[in-house]
């Protein structure tokens, strides 16, 4: 298999665009978790933030099943490699999982989901306390979790950048210059 140099545009403009917005995503639910103040606002946006990085989530899995993708260096250790792999794909299980289980534990809870423009999501589970009060801490619990994998992937992209100083950083960063 002939494996690109770099990923492909559609990968790392949806990777640095997923990136703001999941990091917006979890400073948003940390103050809505504080504040009582901005409570209301910042659920208003969190609401339609995972449901777009659900969908982008989605539309950046099919593309990155569909296309290839650039070799890790061959002299990567193997566990490594190994967690490379592991927390990618954790990442995308993440990606797709805090949304649906947020989105979950809302329709469990019987509260309305509403989107913009008065458009309201319907549940995707019947009204069950029972329900909400296990969806309610394993999305919190996953959000710690998406956390320290993002920190996680951030030291290893840091790792590649300034010590390895290997190509791995600018698969991401950049594109092909032809």
Do not use: C
Not at 96 to 112: C, D, F, R
Not at 149 to 174: C, N, P, S, Y
């Amino acid at each position: 298999m002939n494996r690109p140099q770099h990923f492909n545009l559609l990968a790392r403009l949806l990777h640095w665009a997923m990136a703001i917005a999941i990091v917006t995503m979890l400073f948003v639910g940390a103050g809505m978790v504080v504040s009582l103040q901005y409570r209301t606002q910042l659920l208003a946006l969190h609401r339609p933030l995972g449901i777009a990085i659900l969908l982008l989530a989605i539309v950046r899995l099919v593309n990155r099943l569909t296309r290839p993708t650039p070799a890790l260096p061959s002299d990567l250790p193997a566990i490594q490699k190994f967690a490379a792999h592991a927390s990618h794909w954790l990442l995308y299980a993440l990606m797709l999982a805090m949304p649906v289980i947020g989105w979950a534990m809302l329709s469990a809870g019987g509260y309305p989901i509403p989107m913009f423009g008065g458009m309201h999501l319907p549940a995707i589970v019947p009204h069950s306390a029972e329900a909400y009060g296990l969806l309610r801490p394993l999305h919190g619990a996953l959000a710690y979790l998406l956390f320290l994998t993002i920190l996680g992937h951030l030291g290893a992209a840091l790792f590649h950048a300034w010590v390895r100083r290997d190509e791995v950083f600018g698969q991401m960063a950049k594109g092909d210059s032809q």
